[in-house]
């Protein structure tokens, strides 16, 4: 396995301006998931997929956040409007999710900054 | 909802000590139980995970946590701390529906560990 990749690393970003970032998982993993840390706190979960469905939503997810997973492989996570909130280090993880105890395998993160 | 709370922020040892991170977790059933350690600009790695089964749950590194019911805890445990264990450890809750994870980890607010040689 490689690993779950996350591109890009970083984003310095204008208030206002929209932003993508992409997750390939581990192949063959059927569920990914998207988390949301910032400084000095624990990841928060924000939405997964079961392949290419999106079967649960935060709502922290506001309406300026879309996340999609066209062919159940890798996923984008689109942030409109960037405000300076959204600061933070956005996570994906993985899983098989074909076994009862599934566990769950993190990126990198994409370090995103609203200026 | 599931919940969990690191009560310690920031932990501080030397180099060789023993070491115990502290984990309560608040579910309504067993749940699925989860260490991750965070080194500065680095992802999440896991240490180990509860699903059933032995309480005492042995890991990478030479990490062990023991799941006590009861306490509704989930203490992350090192004989001996090296240096290069410094990091910030997260501890989480995954549901479990009849015996079957699914969906979101809830994640407590993580302990800073600071090792002095």
């Known amino acids: 396995d490689t690993g779950v990749s996350q591109d890009p690393r970083h984003k310095i970003t204008k208030r206002g301006q929209n932003v993508t970032f992409r997750c390939d998982p581990i192949s063959e993993h059927n569920r990914l998931y998207w988390y949301r840390q910032t400084l000095g706190q624990g990841p928060e979960f924000l939405t997964y997929f079961q392949n290419e469905a999106q079967l649960e939503k935060s709502r922290l997810l506001s309406d300026r956040f879309s996340a999609e997973r066209p062919k159940g492989s890798f996923s984008t996570l689109e942030i409109q409007r960037t405000e300076q909130g959204d600061s933070a280090m956005y996570l994906c993880a993985s899983s098989p999710g074909t076994v009862l105890a599934d566990t769950q395998y993190f990126g990198p993160g994409t370090r995103l900054t609203v200026l | ?117």
């Open chain 2, 1 to 117: 909802a599931q919940s969990v709370t690191q009560p310690d922020i920031h932990i501080t040892v030397s180099e060789g000590a023993s070491l115990e991170l502290r984990c309560n977790y608040s579910y309504g059933a067993t749940p699925y139980l989860f260490w991750y350690v965070q080194s500065p600009g680095q992802g999440l790695q896991l240490l180990l995970k509860y699903f059933s089964g032995d309480t005492l749950v042995q890991g990478i590194k030479g990490f062990e946590a023991e799941f006590k019911r009861s306490q509704s805890s989930f203490n992350l445990r090192k004989p001996s701390v090296h240096w290069s264990d410094a990091a910030e450890y997260f501890c989480a809750v995954g549901a479990n529906a009849g015996g079957t994870s699914y969906g979101k980890l809830t994640f407590g607010q993580g302990t800073i560990l600071t090792v002095h040689p």
